[in-house]
């Protein structure tokens, strides 16, 4: 009957264990004995022979629902005060020596550079020691100002090299790729795993041709990727909106395109970044692309990184790539409960793989686009860099 197996389910959960001959006048029992709640002396095999199955099933439907709000009220000063400390304690993440970048944000100064919290200035400092961390000749460096097509181009050499690729969120990519900056959180990888992962190794990076990346100091190869600064700078908005425990964004629109276009934000300006990286856009160990291109043409993307990093892909395995860095699969690959449950208490708000969302049709406005017109004359004209690979159009 419907309550012997709902007092099966309660045993399980409250007991710890399945019984299935426990009996509802049993549980009862232990409900009033321990929790001394209205709820427990309804005795439910009672009210099935008096009333019949019917009215036992609705009320075993009442019942049910008294039961989880209860467990809801008891439960939701715990959830009240886990989700406080989340809160209030990411701000305190980086060391105490860790120098910040201002006073209102979490980013940290990572040698005068606007870095996420996990990021640290011994931690990039040690990347560049040779006695701490030593690179190889062989390893790729995915590197890009953040929304540029990070995941997707690391999606894309990952499957080339044909590694495992079971998810997309930061700590999910450590399968397949690293991310030697991170000092801390859930991606961190220490300096002696880095140093045990087989050839070619394969790592993100949103950094400066400068400390490890610097040429003198890098020995492997830079797939380096550039992206229109409009689309990237909804796509950035909407990273600060979902990820807003990590960077304690509350703002509006507005407010975040104030902190973009001043440079107030991880990586610090997006005008200032491609300016250091552009005289590299010749050198022979970096790829440089562009992601409007990529996505026009994915077929010639792939086989242009095969051969950069020295891969042979015969068709079935260009397929292989083709699919699984496809939008359609990386969207797919974020589509599991745990992820679901993230957005739906709100710890997270929109997935990595995404179109344009419906409500960005006002960001960025004509001011905010002049401004960023603005800035490209300023810093990005004066070397050559061209227009439309910059601005876009709305």
């Known amino acids: 009957s419907v309550h012997t197996v709902y007092a099966h389910h309660l045993s399980l959960f409250f007991l710890g264990k399945s019984d299935p001959q426990l009996s509802s006048i049993q549980l009862s029992s232990y409900l009033r004995r321990k929790c001394r709640s209205s709820l427990a002396p309804f005795h439910l095999g009672s009210v ?3 009333l019949g199955s019917k009215t036992c099933a609705a009320m075993n439907k009442v019942f049910k629902c008294f039961l989880y709000l209860g467990l809801l009220t008891v439960a939701s000063p715990y959830l009240l005060f886990g989700f406080l400390s989340l809160r209030f304690k990411w701000r305190v993440r980086p060391p105490a020596d860790q120098v910040m970048w201002n006073a209102t944000t979490t980013l940290t ?15 990039v400092t040690d990347l560049a020691n040779p006695d701490v961390f030593e690179q190889r000749n062989d390893d790729v460096w995915v590197v890009t100002y953040p929304k540029s097509g990070t995941t997707w181009l690391l999606v894309t050499v990952g499957s080339i090299y044909q590694r495992l690729i079971w998810g997309i969120q930061e700590h999910e990519q450590r399968s397949f790729c690293q991310w030697p900056e991170i000092a ?23 950094w400066h041709p400068k400390h490890h990346l610097d040429p003198s100091i ?5 797939i380096f990727v550039m992206r229109n600064v409009v689309d990237l700078s909804v796509s950035y908005y909407q990273h600060y909106l979902d990820a807003w425990m990590l960077f304690d964004f509350w703002g509006t629109s507005s407010d975040w395109f104030e902190l973009f276009i001043n440079g107030d934000i991880g990586s610090g300006s997006y005008f200032e970044y491609i300016k250091m990286w552009w005289p590299y856009r010749n050198d022979e160990r970096v790829l440089w692309l562009r992601y409007e291109e990529a996505k026009a043409d994915p077929v010639k993307m792939v086989k242009t990184v095969a051969k950069f990093v020295g891969a042979e892909l015969n068709q079935t395995r ?9 939008f359609e699969h990386m969207k797919s690959l974020e589509d599991n409960w745990l992820a679901e449950l993230a957005r739906t208490l709100g710890f997270r708000k929109n997935k990595r793989a995404r179109d344009r969302l419906a409500g960005d ?11 960023m017109i603005n800035e490209y004359e300023r810093v990005l004209a004066p070397i050559g860099v061209p227009r439309h ?6």
């Open 218 to 222: 890098r020995k492997g190869k830079v």
């Open 109 to 123: 100064n990572v040698h005068g550079i606007p870095s996420p919290p996990g990021i640290t200035t011994k931690r």
């Open 318 to 326: 260009l397929e292989h790539v083709l699919w699984e860095s496809s």
């Open 184 to 206: 801390s959180t859930m991606t961190h990888v220490p300096f002696e795993e880095l140093e045990s992962l087989p050839s070619p190794r394969i790592f993100k990076s949103h």
């Open 389 to 394: 690979w910059i601005l876009k159009e709305k």
């Open 361 to 371: 049709t006002d960001f960025p406005n004509e001011t905010q686009v002049q401004r």
């Open 48 to 50: 099935s022979c008096a």
